[in-house]
C-alpha cells in the first residue's frame, strides 16, 4: 500500500471541443496525502479535469505533473493511478479476489505477492471473508469498497473518484463517507474526488474547488468557503444562504456599516469592502438567526445584532430540525434553520415573528 501521496500540479491545463471550452486554462496544486474535492453544478468542468489527470481526456494543452513530472502526454496505463467510478465498474465473471487482483496480474506480480496484497486490501477495508463471492452476490457498498481496493492494491500515489457513492442511498452514502476517510488514512494516497453533493465534500475534503463553466470559482478548506464565499455563486453552492439585496449604504461605525435593504436596515461587518451603491449582495446563512414570537421577543443590542419583523409562510420538521420560512413584511423570504429540542414548541405558518442575528454573521460579497 501507498505511504505517501504524490504531488499533484496542473500548470494551464486546457481541454477544448472545437469552439467549445470544456476546461478553461486551469492551475491547481493538490500536496501529498491531501483529500481534495471538485464540485460543481452539471457541466461545470470537473469530470472533464478528473479525465484529464487520469489520461481519459488528454488536454489540449497545460502540464499534469506528478512529483515534478509531465503526465499530460502519457496514456492512462502508464500513470500509476487508481480510479474509482460511480458504478464500482467491477467484472461480473471474477470472484472478488480476482477483482482485486486484476492490477497485479497486469503488472505480472508473483503469486505470493498477490495474494498477500489481496489478502491485506480485504482486511482494510473489512470484508475478509469475501474473496471468493462473485460481485453480485455483494451489496452495493460492499461493492464499492472492493471497488476501493482494487484501486489502490497496486499502490498508486493517486487516487480519482467519480462520484463514487452516487448509487448509493442516503443513508449508506453517509456511512461510506466514512469508511473512505478511514480508508484514505489507510492508504495515504492524494486523492481527487469528484462529486455533486456539497455536504458530501464538506465532510470529507482538506480542500475544495467549487468550478462553473469550465473553470474554478474557489477553492478553499470547507470552513474557508462556508464563512468567506467570495461570490454570490458560491455563497449559494456550499450551504443555503439568504441574500439581501443593497439598495445603499446609510453610515459606517467602527468596524462595521449599516446598509438599507428591501427588507429593512441591515448592520454587517464591512472588513474594508465597498457596498457599490447596489453591486454588493448581503450573504445570510439560515442557521446563523433565531427565531421568535414577536409579541415575546427580547430587545438586543442594535449595534451588534440585527432585527427584522415578518410571518411565517412556511413551518417543516425535518431530520431534526426546524425549518422556516418567513415573509419580512411582503419583501424578502427569508430561511431560517434551528436545531430542534425534544418536546419544542413548533411554530405554525402565519404566526408573527422576530428575526435575530448576529451583525458580523451577514456577509457582503459580490453582486451577480
Known sequence: ???????????????????????????????????????????????????????????????????????????????????????????????????????????????????????????????????????????GGQQQRIALARAAVYGPRILLMDEPLGALDKNLREEMQFEIKEFHAKVGATVLYVTHDQDEAAAMSDRIAIMRQGGIVQLGTPRELYEHPRNEFAACFLGNANMLDVVREIGRSGDYVEIETPAGPVRALHEGKDTGNGKQVLCLRPESISIEQESAATGADSTQY????????????????????????????????????????????????ALLWAADATLMIPKE
Open 1 to 139: 500500500m501507498t505511504e505517501q501521496g504524490a504531488k499533484l500540479k496542473l500548470s494551464g491545463v486546457e481541454k477544448r471541443y472545437g469552439k467549445v471550452e470544456a476546461l478553461r486554462p486551469t492551475d491547481l496544486e493538490l500536496e501529498r496525502g491531501e483529500f481534495f474535492s471538485l464540485i460543481g453544478p452539471s457541466g461545470s468542468g470537473k469530470t472533464t479535469l478528473l479525465g484529464a489527470v487520469a489520461g481519459f481526456t488528454p488536454p489540449t494543452r497545460g502540464r499534469i505533473e506528478v512529483d515534478g513530472v509531465d503526465m499530460a502526454a502519457l496514456p492512462p496505463y502508464k500513470r500509476e493511478i487508481g480510479m474509482v467510478f460511480q458504478n464500482y465498474a467491477l467484472f461480473p465473471h471474477l470472484t472478488v479476489f480476482e477483482n482485486i487482483a486484476f492490477p497485479l496480474r497486469l503488472r505480472k506480480l508473483p503469486e505470493s505477492e498477490i495474494r498477500n496484497r489481496v489478502t491485506q486490501m480485504l482486511e482494510t477495508v473489512r470484508l475478509p471473508d469475501v474473496g471468493g463471492r462473485m460481485p453480485t452476490q455483494l451489496s
Open 306 to 353: 440585527n432585527r427584522l419583523s415578518g410571518r411565517i409562510v412556511d413551518a417543516t420538521f425535518t431530520a431534526g430540525s426546524f425549518r422556516y420560512v418567513v415573509d419580512v413584511e411582503g419583501t424578502t423570504p427569508i430561511a431560517v434553520r434551528l436545531t430542534s429540542i425534544r418536546q419544542s414548541e413548533m411554530l405554525k405558518p402565519g404566526d408573527r415573528v
